[in-house]
């Protein structure tokens, strides 16, 4: 097993994550871990997490320096290897030379980066840096701005790098990540989701097969394994709700009971609540108070729906990993970037919450749910956010705004199933943003919308890359838009990455 110490960085669970994907079992644990605490679990190695925080902050997370006296392999990551060299009387500062982004990184000779080239493409995203190393210590890499990007004391086995391996944007950053685990760590391959899929069915039906559990269906991938995983341990005490909020997507509806019907729930019903959510979302532009309204309706409509079943003591969520990092869940520490509405739980909930996926990454998702024998047209069907399309639309929600909306993103939707890129990108969707501009058509003027087309690359959508389209189907999306949505006459495409950008607008 490995610790991961999450110091509160926004990718303290995605090294998790990158560490079950090399078949090793991982945890995360606070930086306030006890070392009795870690001496009991006995790892094979420990990983230090990056932070929002400076080393030398009055509030920063330290860990207990007795930590290095253990004899456990530790790697450190950005702010991981500026604790240790902090802590081990070394010294860190901050420096008007911030790296933010992609750098050449030149590789000394190392355990840690064994089977690499002398220069690696590598994502920084740090403004403190490494002045002086600590003694025993020596540098085995660095960038154009950063002369201290990693160290190294073979003999306590401790590493430090400045750099994000766990991010896609490190294409060797899976090496380097493998040779801590097995050629440093000499850590066992242990992970294998076929058995947890089995454990959260068995823990499952142990904890909660007599109860009435009710669920909120979206037709997303999510909800959906998480439901079947509710199936195959409670059977027909499995309530599922699908609430139609008037924020979804076109034929919305109609595809989800297809879904239902074909993985074959029993119990299924539709909240018809349009009217209910775009009332309260009348006037309102904030982003955060979008997402605290629609949360407030969404547990009110389930606890309506509860009481009509009887005697249900649950409420089941597709929540992910994803949701819980953006929202801050996992540590005191953590940097909240926004909330999510099925983690905005509201006071006087009656409700006890089970989330069977919320240990795991969505790529993990889809592969349980292919275990559990799911449609891959169904696992393949790109997230859609539980706010809908009040977060891709800028600015107050309106019905006019909703219809313009829905009909771009079926456009472009469509266009990419067309050109077969559909399954080929993680994500794609249309937003509207809270602006007009002046156009001509049929020697008219116009003063319509402008429209942003957004499409991203992504494995685990921590991190993303926008998708290279074609300008010839980019071309015909936007001819497409202009010519057949009224209130349009401009069209955008979103080139940019996560981070710095998240992928939904709001």
């Known amino acids: 097993m490995v610790a991961v110490i999450n110091f509160g960085g926004q990718y ?63 790697l450190g990551i950005c702010y991981g290897q500026q604790l240790i060299a902090y802590q081990l009387n070394g010294s860190v500062s901050s420096h008007d030379s911030k790296q933010f982004g992609k750098e050449n990184l030149k590789i000394g000779k190392s355990q840690l980066f064994e089977g690499l080239k002398k220069t690696e493409t590598v994502w920084f995203s740090h403004g ?158 904030d982003p955060e108070e979008k997402r605290q309204i629609i949360a407030k309706h969404y547990f009110a409509i389930f606890e ?3 009481k009509r079943i009887k005697s249900v003591k649950y409420l089941a969520q597709g929540t992910i990993y994803p949701d819980r990092i953006e929202s801050a869940q996992p540590t005191k520490h953590a940097d909240k970037i926004k909330s999510h509405h099925n983690l905005t739980l509201p006071k006087g909930l009656e409700l006890e919450i089970v989330e069977p996926l919320a240990e795991f990454y969505k790529d993990e998702v889809r592969k349980i749910g292919a275990i559990l024998g799911i449609n891959q047209q169904f696992l393949l069907r790109h997230p859609f956010p539980g706010p809908g399309l009040a977060i891709r639309i800028l600015g107050e929600v309106t019905k006019e705004r909703l219809s313009i909306l829905r009909e771009v993103d079926y456009v472009l939707i469509s266009e990419l199933r067309s050109a077969g890129l559909y399954d080929k990108v993680g994500q794609a969707f249309a937003a509207l943003l809270p602006v007009k501009s002046v156009g001509v058509m049929g020697d008219a003027r116009t003063y319509s919308y402008i429209v942003s087309l957004r499409s991203v690359d992504t494995q685990d959508f921590m991190t993303a890359d926008w998708s290279k389209i074609p300008f010839s189907v980019l071309e015909k999306i936007s001819s497409r838009i202009v010519n057949e949505v009224r209130g349009v006459n401009r069209v955008l495409y979103d080139i940019t990455q996560k981070p710095p950008a998240t992928i939904e607008y709001e």
């Open 304 to 306: 309506e729906e509860a």
């Open 128 to 285: 403190d840096q490494v002045d002086k190393i600590p003694l025993g210590f020596t540098i085995i890499a660095s960038s154009k701005n950063a002369k201290v990007a990693g160290i190294q004391n073979p003999t306590s086995k401790i590493y430090g790098i400045q750099f994000h391996p766990e991010v896609t944007h490190t294409p060797s950053g899976r090496k380097i990540l493998s040779n801590f685990l097995f050629t440093i760590a000499n850590t066992k391959k242990d992970w294998d989701l076929k058995k947890q899929k089995d454990e959260i069915i068995n823990s499952l039906s142990h904890k909660i097969k007599y109860h009435r559990v009710i669920m909120a269906i979206s037709g997303g991938v999510d909800s959906l394994v998480a439901a079947a995983l509710l199936k195959e341990a409670i059977g027909n005490n499995l309530h599922l709700v699908f609430i139609d909020t008037g924020l979804l997507r076109k034929n919305e509806v109609s595809e989800v009971q297809s879904i239902v019907k074909k993985v074959g729930f029993v119990n299924f019903k539709i909240s018809n609540s349009s009217e209910r959510f775009l009332s309260a979302l009348k006037g309102v532009t």
């Open 12 to 74: 303290a669970h995605l090294i998790a994550r990158r560490i079950r994907e090399l078949g090793v079992k991982s945890e995360l644990f606070p930086p306030e871990i006890s070392i009795q605490k870690i001496t009991d679990l006995s790892p094979d190695a420990i990983i230090f997490s990056g932070s929002p925080f400076s080393v030398y902050d009055k509030k920063a997370p330290h860990i207990n320096p007795k930590i290095y006296e253990l004899q456990i392999p530790i």
